[in-house]
């Protein structure tokens, strides 16, 4: 079965950070592009940032450039993102997400996501 | 950055009924980059459709995308209850992805 289990989520002061990461399996990680999505409680979704397969190119969202770092680790099968200098509005549930293999560019594989909670 | 807007905010049918969802650019989408989720209360999204009109996998062909330049619209022909969720558009550009900000679909 494939599977993408997001974990480091918790509270954290505004200021702090924290790191999460995406274990996978079931698939052969490397071949994959991946990506981070959040949601606000009540809200949509927003994506966060990507990373190619090679862990080169990642992207961000221009909410968290300057403050989170995507990574990947190819032969751990996993996923991270470190995330420093955390606001009110960081608070989300935050999903780790496959790409298709096919550059469509969807999203075919998610976690059950990890919750964020940003508060004094 | 593209903006797409999602229309219908809540759309509340019977089962049975066919559902249309809306979704427009704030300018072109390439078709190929085009995807819809669907969302249940608590759980995580599902790819629905990419390419603007291929299912994914064990999607049922109730499911059904189409559309292209600024606007693209996802139909749910003969809904059931189990249809109820919130749906999402998105598209991907320049390395950037962007999500609509959703339409509640509520079976009555």
């Known amino acids: 079965d494939v599977q993408l289990v997001e974990s480091g989520g918790g509270l954290v002061k505004p200021g702090g950070s924290l790191r999460l990461s995406c274990a996978t399996s079931?698939?052969?990680?490397?071949?994959?592009?991946m990506n981070w999505v959040r949601q606000a409680p009540g809200k949509g979704l927003e994506w966060v940032s990507s990373i190619l397969r090679s862990g080169n190119f990642p992207s961000y969202s221009d909410s968290v450039k300057g403050r989170f770092t995507i990574s990947r680790d190819n032969a751990k099968n996993s996923l991270y993102l470190e995330m420093s200098s955390l606001r009110d509005e960081d608070t989300a549930v935050y999903y780790c997400a496959r790409d298709s293999l096919d550059q469509y560019y969807a999203m075919d594989v998610w976690g059950q996501g990890t919750t964020v909670t940003v508060s004094s | 950055e593209i903006v797409l807007t999602q229309s219908p905010g809540t759309l509340s049918l019977s089962p049975g009924e066919r559902a249309t969802l809306s979704c427009t650019a704030s300018q072109t989408v390439s078709s190929t980059y085009f995807a819809w989720y669907q969302q249940k209360s608590g759980q995580a999204p599902r790819l629905l459709i990419y390419g603007a009109s291929s299912r994914a996998t064990d999607i049922p062909d109730r499911f059904s995308g189409s559309g292209s330049g600024t606007d693209c619209t996802l139909t749910i022909s003969r809904l059931e209850p189990e249809d109820s969720a919130v749906y999402y558009c998105q598209q991907y550009a320049t390395s950037q992805y962007t999500f609509g900000q959703g339409t509640k679909l509520e079976i009555k």
């Open positions: 079931g698939f052969t990680f490397s071949h994959y592009n």
